[in-house]
């Protein structure tokens, strides 16, 4: 049942509560958990909340999200049908990386995220969740398009929709691998 992964994951957000655990607190307008089906097949992970995403406190909601939002209807999903998490929870100020001690304090939260959603695919968002969750200094232009795994989790690295706009001339080369999750989900592309 679909809906069986939503106790476990107020669990997760409730233990987060108004969480201080890093210097990203200060800074923060809200706290961006993460939006979608608890029990999702299909879990997206980006970075961190930029400016959209810490006043409205819903990841991926710019124009990078609007774009990401398009590619999750391109696979044959709704955006409400997928989950969609950062591996940090508050804005980084000026949009700059998440330092180490940031992401430490927050990455245990993201696990216990995968572990209560169980999805059967993650799809890491750009250099940094790709770079961050697999512990690979790898390139994302080496890392996109090949199957990883991350908490016992096949995981399919590929390219920012952030970057994707800055350099439409990759969009395919990241639609490349959003097929390969979506054969690996057993589905296949609409209107193919
Ligand atoms: Fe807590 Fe994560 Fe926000 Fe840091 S980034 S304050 S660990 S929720």
Not at 64 to 89: C, P, S
Not at 123 to 135: D, H, I, M, S
Request: hydrophobic share 35%.
């Amino acid at each position: 049942d679909k809906g069986c992964g939503s106790e476990p994951l107020l669990a997760v957000r409730a233990e987060l509560g108004e969480c201080t655990r890093c210097k990203l607190s200060s800074g923060r307008t809200h706290l961006v958990f993460g939006v979608g089906s608890p029990g999702a097949e299909l879990m997206f992970v980006g970075e961190g909340p930029g400016a959209d995403e810490d006043q409205q406190g819903e990841p991926f909601v710019g124009r990078a999200g609007q774009l990401l939002t398009k590619m999750i209807e391109a696979m044959g999903f709704r955006r409400e049908e997928v989950y969609i998490a950062n591996v940090v929870k508050c804005r980084p100020p000026e949009n700059r990386n998440p330092e180490p001690d940031e992401i430490e304090a927050c990455e245990p939260f993201l696990r216990a995220q995968i572990a209560a959603i169980r999805p059967r695919v993650l799809v890491a968002l750009g250099k940094f969740a790709a770079q961050t969750l697999l512990r690979d200094p790898t390139p994302i232009t080496r890392l996109r398009g090949g199957w990883r795994e991350y908490e016992g989790v096949r995981l399919m690295p590929t390219f920012h929709p952030a970057y994707l706009l800055r350099s439409p001339g990759e969009k395919a080369k990241a639609w490349e691998d959003l097929k390969r999750v979506v054969k690996e989900l057993g589905r296949t592309i609409p209107g193919r």
